[in-house]
């Protein structure tokens, strides 16, 4: 279970030290289009824009459940590999949209991707917590609203984490 490797996965960090290599760039207009977007879908959505570290955080629940999530949400999301995973977009995201494009040529941009990984949105005390995976690279995609993308994670996912992130795609 994901939640039980919490501790294991993850390389001890000190206190406020970021979670992957981030760098200082410059901001760029695409920005300002990708937040006013984002505005409208929310946090909620599943991605947060962190301008600061100019990074998409994707937040996956991997085991969706119709009480917890809309038929427009349930994304196909999984492990390919441990060092592969397979996300959905929004969809409201098309390849040729600021974030889109910003998805498919972060590193020509300078931005980041950091995957952060839970199987279900809640367990026994509430709201379950994410894993951080790290950050990952696009490798490929397909797809208009949403855009499948293939992510290659910079570190491999525990044993135990791919495991039960690999079986959702069954």
Same mark, same amino acid.
Request: charged content about 35%; hydrophobic content about 20%.
């Given at each position: 279970m994901i939640r039980n490797r919490l501790g294991e996965a993850l390389e001890p960090r000190e206190p406020g030290?970021?979670?992957?290599?981030?760098?200082?760039?410059?901001?760029?207009?695409?920005?300002?289009?990708?937040?006013?977007?984002?505005?409208?879908?929310?946090?909620?959505?599943g991605v947060v824009w962190a301008d600061a570290v100019r990074t998409d955080a994707l937040f996956v629940n991997l085991r969706?459940?119709?009480?917890?999530?809309?038929?427009?949400?349930?994304? $196909?999301?999984?492990?390919?590999?441990?060092? +592969? &995973?397979?996300? !959905?977009?929004? %969809?409201?995201t098309s390849q040729d949209s600021?974030?889109?494009?910003?998805?498919?040529?972060? $590193?020509?941009?300078?931005?980041?991707?950091? +995957? &952060?990984?839970? !199987?279900?949105? %809640?367990?026994?005390i509430g709201s379950a917590p994410y894993l951080c995976l790290?950050?990952?690279?696009?490798?490929?995609?397909?797809g208009d609203r949403p855009v499948?993308?293939?992510?290659?994670l910079r570190r491999e996912m525990p044993g135990e984490v791919f495991l039960a992130a690999s079986v959702v795609a069954g």
């Open positions: 030290e970021q979670c992957g290599d981030h760098r200082e760039q410059p901001e760029r207009r695409e920005d300002d289009e990708h937040e006013r977007e984002q505005e409208a879908h929310g946090h909620a959505a969706k459940t119709e009480k917890d999530f809309s038929p427009t949400t349930m994304y $196909r999301d999984y492990a390919q590999s441990p060092e +592969l &995973f397979h996300w !959905e977009s929004q %969809n409201a600021p974030t889109g494009r910003r998805y498919l040529s972060h $590193r020509e941009r300078g931005t980041h991707v950091a +995957l &952060f990984l839970r !199987e279900t949105k %809640n367990d026994d790290g950050l990952a690279d696009h490798l490929s995609h397909s499948s993308i293939v992510w290659r």
